[in-house]
């Protein structure tokens, strides 16, 4: 499924062949939300840890440095794999920024911070 072009996507979506067609374009979008959300997750993650890491200094913990490592190359691998992404997490960052200071809040038991 990776290597679908978006010219080949285009063209599915242009033409009135068969609901096996559909199904595939469908899927391929499908395919591309998945890989936005998993990155949102990575950087919900990622951002959350960094944000306690931040305001709870003395609870900081090194399982704490190793989830921000690992979202952070795993946010790296999937903008390698799939470019498109770099532009989506950019576009994400504000929304997914106020998500993780939630939770960090709660995790936290502090004022949003």
């Known amino acids: 499924m990776h290597c679908i072009s978006l ?6 979506h242009s033409s009135n062949h068969s ?7 469908e899927e391929v979008e499908d395919l591309g939300g998945r890989h936005r959300d998993r990155v949102e997750s990575y ?8 944000l306690k890491r931040e305001y709870q200094a003395d609870k900081r913990t090194t399982s704490w440095d190793v989830s921000i ?8 691998k999937e ?7 770099r532009r989506h997490c950019i ?15 709660i995790e936290s038991q502090l004022d949003r911070p």
């Open 7 to 12: 010219k080949l996507i285009l063209k599915l």
């Open 19 to 25: 609901l096996r067609k559909q199904c595939l374009i």
């Open 91 to 105: 576009e994400s960052f504000e929304v997914t920024y106020q998500y993780a200071r939630e939770l960090a809040s």
């Open 69 to 76: 490592k690992t979202s952070a190359l795993n946010i790296r």
């Open 79 to 85: 903008i390698k794999r799939h470019p498109s992404l």
């Open 43 to 50: 950087l919900s993650n990622l951002l959350l840890r960094l």
